[in-house]
């Protein structure tokens, strides 16, 4: 019996359909392409490439290098699936040396977009160029050109309609190219590199750059002039590093990268590594800055792993692991810093107990000349033993009766020498420079401990623990607050209802004396300039400084602890990593977020009688009081049931 055609199930595509289907593995946005090209430009030798992009690269993404270029007879086959000259046998998969290899780039490339490439091989006296739009190639054809290669690739996904709607706005896929240049520029500074946006030139980088400058010219100067130098080789693995301090950190990951043999790559186990090597030193949500180059026999590794080839198949994960470890640990050990204000922050000192309670945080606990190595080993256990023996002494001194047998803090008096007592004094802050004002505003601050009656207050039903959290008796039994979490939502919603509310006005803010600047990268100067007006409302005024450099005119009392500059490098830096658009919604929540944990309280800070009641009288008159503004609980309850649970008092 025949076959009946129309019976059949099983089709085989046609190979532009499979060059598409590819091209979604490989090419997921203008960004995947760039960084294909440029690599494509490293393998052939070139020591200059020129990136130009036009409307984020939706309309043209065109590369120009002086590499070895491509002889007429090869032009056609390099677009064909699988068509390479970076490897021939099989045994060339276990060590290669290339950027790339699979030979899909070009095949993918040309199956979703208009292509022109022109090339001319240093041997010959002419260039060639072909046409291909979405698999539709033409004929070689004679054309002008210096040596090299150039490439421009046009309206990417023009006709694939259903994948081009997924592409953000220009200046987003600008981002995320920039990115590939960042990293392709870091992993590469023996090459002259140049970046330009619908004819703007945004890197221009010369050839033969040290590491540290290509760092202050793509991510930061700030993060250049604050660089520790690392090198250590051992076991077949060389490690050379460019580490921050732990006093420069960052709010996301997005500032640590890793190459191997100058390719960029993602890795959970070096991750980890560089987690485990600034454990103890970072502030809880910070991330470490870190640019780490391994060397290591090629044979050593996989990166035949996924098409975009950055992810790693090591044979010995481990050794990367404690190489990488052991390489940035015994550096940062060796580092004298500022433990009172590092380990402050990493929370050692929150947990005073017995004799203790008298000193002043970590600073009494640790000399300035010690090591981190010896701070960290003020480790959890120790942690824990605190608090339970700070339960045990407030247990042992709480006798029913009267009120003067409990302890200090449940009729905290301050004394008239009492320095966590004293006054505040608004704008002396950490040498910022705001100009004097008399009748400054905090509004949304708790009030100054000050002039206290030496009549002896009613016996509160709650007290502070540990100078972080708050234990407040309740009908049902008792709640832990985190005083915190709980002053970041208040402060959240005043400040979202002044927003709301236009007739109230901006909150009031000081004019800087001395402006304070922030570095802002190009791709992120759209979404700053479209956050002013929003800044404005909260009274925050910003003025363009120079080249990729703002200024802070103007900042709000409320946020009188806080940096202007590093309050302005935070919130540029989430709104860079989230993408949020301007505009919308989820930036103002973005802006009262920062706002918000920067103006709260903190953890460690000893609060008086009357700032806690403020506080609790504060939380009774806002909305969502239960949960801070990212989320987490602001307080927990436990029932009296609960507690005749844990002493064993049911069933009696």
Same mark, same amino acid.
């Given at each position: 019996m025949a076959d009946n055609p129309t019976n059949r199930r099983i089709h085989i595509l046609d190979k532009n359909m499979v060059?598409?289907?590819?091209?979604?593995?490989?090419?997921?946005?203008?960004?995947?392409?760039?960084?294909?090209?440029?690599?494509?430009?490293?393998?052939?030798?070139?020591?200059?490439?020129?990136?130009?992009?036009?409307?984020?690269?939706?309309?043209?993404?065109?590369?120009?290098?002086?590499?070895?270029?491509?002889?007429?007879?090869?032009?056609?086959?390099?677009f064909e699936p699988h068509a390479t000259s970076k490897i021939q046998k099989v045994e060339d998969l276990s060590s290669i040396r290339s950027m790339g290899f699979r030979g899909e780039a070009l095949a993918s490339i040309g199956s979703i977009a208009s292509v022109k490439l022109t090339s001319r091989t240093k041997d010959s006296i002419q260039a060639n160029s072909i046409d291909i739009d979405c698999g539709e190639k033409g004929e070689v054809f004679p054309d002008s050109s210096d040596y090299g290669t150039k490439i421009e690739v046009r309206n990417i996904f023009y006709k694939?309609?259903?994948?081009?709607?997924?592409?953000?706005?220009?200046?987003?896929?600008?981002?995320?190219?920039?990115?590939?240049?960042?990293?392709?520029?870091?992993?590469?500074?023996q090459l002259e590199m140049k970046l330009s946006h619908n004819k703007r030139v945004l890197h221009n980088l010369s050839k033969g750059q040290s590491i540290e400058q290509r760092i202050g010219e793509?991510?930061?100067?700030?993060?250049?002039?604050?660089?520790?130098?690392?090198?250590?080789?051992?076991?077949?693995?060389?490690?050379?590093?460019?580490?921050c301090s732990p006093s420069i950190s960052r709010g996301t990951n997005k500032f640590q990268y890793t190459f191997l043999n100058g390719r960029y790559i993602r890795d959970k186990f070096i991750s980890h590594a560089i987690k485990e090597a600034y454990r103890g030193l970072l502030e809880p949500g910070k991330h470490p800055v870190t640019f780490i180059f391994l060397e290591m026999p090629y044979e050593n590794y996989d990166v035949n792993v996924h098409p975009t080839k950055t992810?790693?198949?090591?044979?010995?994960?481990?050794?990367?692991?404690?190489?990488?470890?052991? +390489?940035? @640990?015994?550096?940062?050990? !060796?580092?004298?810093?500022?433990?009172?204000? &590092?380990i402050?922050? =990493?929370?050692?000192?929150?947990?005073?107990?017995?004799g203790e309670r008298g000193k002043s945080n970590a600073g009494a606990a640790f000399q300035a000349s010690e090591t981190l190595d010896e701070a960290m080993n003020r480790n959890s256990s120790e942690y824990a033993e605190r608090i339970k023996e700070s339960m045990q002494n407030f247990f042992e001194k709480s006798s029913p009766g009267t009120t003067k047998d409990l302890p200090g803090f449940w009729n905290q008096r301050p004394s008239a020498g009492s320095k966590s007592? +004293?006054? @505040?004094?608004?704008?002396? !802050?950490?040498?910022?420079?705001?100009?004097? &004002?008399?009748?400054? =505003?905090?509004?949304?601050?708790?009030p100054p401990i000050e002039n206290r009656p030496e009549t002896e207050p009613a016996l509160n039903k709650w007290f502070q623990i540990h100078s972080s959290y708050i234990l407040r008796e309740t009908e049902e039994g008792f709640e832990i607050i985190d005083q915190h979490a709980l002053h970041e939502r208040i402060i959240y919603e005043k400040m979202y209802a002044r927003i709301q509310?236009?007739?109230?006005?901006?909150?009031?803010?000081?004019?800087?004396?001395?402006?304070?600047?922030?570095?802002?990268?190009?791709?992120?100067?759209?979404?700053?300039?479209?956050?002013?007006?929003?800044l404005e409302k909260l009274g925050i005024h910003i003025e363009p400084f120079g080249p990729e450099t703002w200024a802070v005119q103007s900042f709000p009392t409320l946020l009188r602890k806080a940096s202007p500059a590093e309050f302005m490098a935070e919130f540029v830096e989430r709104l860079s990593d989230t993408q949020i658009k301007p505009g919308s919604e989820e930036l103002v929540h973005c802006v009262l977020d920062t706002a918000s944990c920067k103006a709260a309280i903190k953890a460690g800070q000893k609060l008086g009688d009357e700032e806690i009641r403020h506080l609790l009288e504060e939380a009774e008159q806002t909305e969502r009081s239960g949960r801070c503004p990212h989320g987490r609980p602001t307080r927990i309850s436990f029932s009296l049931k609960d507690l005749e649970k844990q002493f064993k008092r049911t069933g009696f």
């Open positions: 060059n598409m289907i590819a091209a979604g593995e490989v090419i997921e946005r203008p960004a995947s392409v760039a960084k294909e090209l440029l690599e494509n430009s490293i393998d052939a030798s070139a020591d200059r490439v020129y990136l130009h992009i036009e409307d984020g690269g939706r309309k043209l993404i065109q590369i120009t290098d002086n590499g070895t270029g491509i002889s007429a007879e090869d032009i056609p086959d390099a694939l309609p259903a994948r081009r709607k997924f592409l953000r706005t220009a200046n987003t896929e600008m981002g995320h190219i920039s990115e590939q240049f960042t990293r392709i520029a870091l992993a590469n500074p793509l991510i930061s100067k700030e993060i250049r002039d604050n660089l520790i130098s690392i090198e250590n080789q051992e076991r077949g693995i060389m490690v050379r590093a460019q580490v992810e790693i198949r090591f044979d010995n994960p481990n050794l990367v692991h404690s190489q990488v470890l052991a +390489s940035l @640990r015994e550096k940062l050990l !060796n580092v004298k810093t500022e433990v009172q204000g &590092s402050s922050s =990493a929370g050692f000192d929150a947990l005073p107990s017995g007592h +004293s006054p @505040r004094k608004p704008f002396q !802050n950490a040498g910022h420079s705001f100009r004097p &004002s008399q009748n400054a =505003a905090e509004e949304f601050s708790l509310d236009s007739g109230k006005g901006a909150p009031e803010s000081q004019k800087l004396l001395i402006p304070e600047t922030f570095e802002v990268r190009e791709m992120d100067r759209e979404i700053l300039e479209a956050s002013i007006e929003l």
